[in-house]
């Protein structure tokens, strides 16, 4: 079992930054591919930015050159620094950890950018 606890959302005028935290807890976090999906109101939840165990990522068109993913093994935790927020970056971010058959989500954090 993994958990998974997201931290740094709120509101932030367009243009400018956050960054999204994920805690880990509960087993070998570094063996995990890590990534960030988002959800804004009626629309599916789509995939961010990824991270493999070997640090490998890839990302979301509409996000490239914005944002960057990376982990810290040592602290099982992964992060999302959200640079240059558009109003359409406004959603529910949420943490999930993939390996093999386990699959793990984080509760969600909220993201508004807005001016």
């Known amino acids: 079992q993994v958990q998974l606890v997201e931290s740094g959302g709120g509101l932030v005028q367009p243009g400018g930054s956050l960054r999204l935290s994920c805690a880990a807890s509960g087993s070998i976090f570094s063996i995990y591919s890590m990534g960030w999906y988002r959800q804004a109101p009626g629309k599916q939840r789509e995939l961010v930015a990824a991270i493999s165990s070997g640090s490998w990522t890839n990302y979301l068109d509409s996000v490239k050159g914005r944002f960057t993913i990376s982990r810290d093994n040592a602290k099982n935790t992964v992060y999302l620094q959200m640079n240059s927020l558009k109003p359409e970056d406004t959603a529910v971010y949420y943490c999930?950890?993939?390996?093999?058959?386990?699959?793990?989500w984080g509760q969600g954090t909220q993201v508004t950018v807005s001016s």
């Open positions: 999930n950890a993939r390996y093999a058959e386990e699959n793990y």
